[in-house]
């Protein structure tokens, strides 16, 4: 599946983002220079360790970087426009309404003071005009999409009152009544048992399928995105490392973290006595190695390894930052 | 060791409940005649564990998991049944005579941030067993056998000098690892050791306990909701459902032909990086409330095959012909026929199709 053949301008273009950290010891950077499209309706994965900066990507494309976090290099363009020098005013019109959020933990990205009914209402009041009543009446229509039984009655009840799954399926309802065409969804299953991740996981795709919602899922769990998502972004120390087709990654992972990665899954029904490891850890971002951030785990590090950072070279469909394939013939 | 004594299981469970009492304060009941409530935990579990394998228990969050791994540390007591360790029953144990047993019994949290006490060196957190169960008579014994702990476990013996904190996560489980073997263990309980760990840590952190069950002959009981991770490390599996064990046996044979409904459900959603976009029949229905299970089997709400007997009568435990012991009405009935069971599962699920059409 080809997905860089995309007809239309990309819908979210990030340049060279990078996002630092301004401490007492001096600014640590977490994210640095990632660059991504994506296009209207596709849905791309984002995975990596915790501390990769995944969810910091995603954080920054909704303008919910707090200080003392901030953009210091690099754009994101919505729909051909920049955001993220937009006021917070701006940017608050624009979430929400063109740019929905979920969460992992739903728990937590519900208010419990209010019930879900009031929740949805505001949020479609503040994003479409629409009286009181047909505010309500979307937010009922809403609940029976996301596929809550009897949504006149569980509209008027607190988020306490639903299970995990179901409380998640009122975040994606909430993210998704104002019909955005982008949503992030960080870690939106990580907080739930498999067998209501898989219905949440179908949900997701089949709510953003019907609306041509685009969707950028970060998660740590590489199976999520095999199922789920068209491209993914690997990224390892604030860095994308890879980029392409799911398909391709999967079947052919280029970069040495990739791979490493790949391997190490342990997969039901293969019967091997060892699992595959990286070993080592990823690198605090105090003290990042020089070069490639990966070198001192990697198993085919050499010498310019350790001097230049590797620039993204184009592969099949897509790039891999990684000095083994700077030498290929084109 | 002789066969007659690794024939026998180094861990027997038998009948093992845990029940919560949920009740109100006495007041309330009388004053509001709120009735008793209670939860059933862990309802009548059988369980053998043989010396030197690995026992995984699986399933979903609520389904008693984790109170079988505190009941058998001793950190719950029984409302019923026994805890046999070695010819020993633990429940009628006296406080006092734990002890013994205490340093024969260890375990690892899920949790490596908060399962070790910030405010202590890694070289007192590891040798905290030694000195309470008095196995080193010196310090400079303590030392020795500290930093031969730490090296075992792939740290160096420097690294007891540190704190918790100067640690990553896969480093901190390394040092938990350390603390339970410290006292020469013979069973483990491993509670969701790597849940919190990322998956290139995970895989050192597993190979890790493969190794040091292999070295030491140490027996494991394993407790996760990772099936692929409860494949690579276990001999035998216990599928946890409401309390209940609903179906266990050899891994290979739960693995490769599961019966029980459930088992089947879980093995289809698990997330397969392989499998790329399979049509799953979607899976209905959540767990449900502990406190007030349905009547008749447990699982009877979610069960594509359930009827009125479902419905009515909780299913005994049988033995199959694999070797396994499955908790249903339909498989013991035969109902579960490749028709009914519509869902294309993983490639142990295909085989059982394949099978039950030949």
Known sequence: MSTTTFPNAPLLSVRDLSICFDTRHGPLRAVDGITFDLAPGEILGMVGESGAGKSLTGTAITGLLERPGRIDRGEILFEGKRIDTLSPDEMRRLRGRRIGAIFQDPLTSLNPLMTVGQQLVQTIRTHLPKSKEAARARAIECLAEVGIPAPEARIDQYPHQFSGGMRQRVVIALALCAEPSLVIADEPTTALDVSIQAQILDLLKKMCRERGAAVILVTHDMGVIAETADRVAVMYSGRVVEIGSVDRVVRDPRHPYTKGLMQSIPRVGSGVQRLTQIDGAMPRLTDLPSGCAFHPRCPRAFDTCQQTRPAALPVEGGHVACHLYQEEPA | ????????????????????????????????????????????????????????????????????????????????????????????????????????????????????????????????????????????????????????????????????????????????????????????????????????????????????????????????????????????????????????????????????????????TVPDITMGRRNRAPVIGEVPNPITPPPGCSFNPRCPLANDRCRAQAPEARKRAGGSIVACHAVEEGRDTPETVACETGEGARMQLARGAA
């Open chain 2, 1 to 268: 060791m002789s066969t007659a004594t690794e024939q026998k299981p180094l861990v027997a469970l038998d009948g093992l409940s845990k029940t919560f009492d949920l009740s109100p304060p006495l007041l309330n009941r009388l004053i509001e005649r709120k009735g008793r409530r209670s939860l059933r935990a862990v309802d009548g579990l059988n369980i053998d564990i043989p010396r030197g394998k690995t026992f995984a228990l699986v399933g979903e969050s609520g389904c008693g998991k984790s109170t079988v791994a505190k009941l058998v540390v001793g950190l719950h007591g029984a409302s019923a049944g026994k805890i046999t360790f070695d010819g020993t029953d633990l429940t009628k144990l006296a406080a006092a005579d734990r002890g013994a047993f205490r340093k024969r019994i260890q375990m690892i949290f899920q949790d490596p941030y908060a399962s070790l006490n910030p405010r202590w060196r890694v070289r007192d957190i590891i040798a905290e067993p030694l000195r309470s169960f008095g196995i080193t008579s010196s310090k400079a014994e303590e030392r020795a056998e500290v930093g031969r702990l730490l090296e075992l476990v792939g740290l160096s013996a420097r690294d007891g000098e540190k704190f918790p904190h100067e640690f990553s996560g896969g480093q901190r489980q390394r040092i938990s690892i350390a603390r339970a073997i410290s006292s020469k263990p013979e069973f483990l309980v491993c509670d969701e050791p790597t849940s919190a760990l990322d998956v290139s840590v995970q895989s050192q952190v597993l190979n890790l306990m493969r190794d040091l069950q292999d070295e030491l002959g140490l027996t494991y009981l394993f407790i996760s909701h990772d099936l692929a991770v409860v494949d690579f490390m276990s001999d035998y599996v216990g599928v946890m459902y409401l309390g209940r064990l609903v179906e266990a046996g050899p891994a290979e044979r739960i693995f490769s032909a599961p019966e029980h409904p459930y088992t089947r459900l879980l093995m289809d």
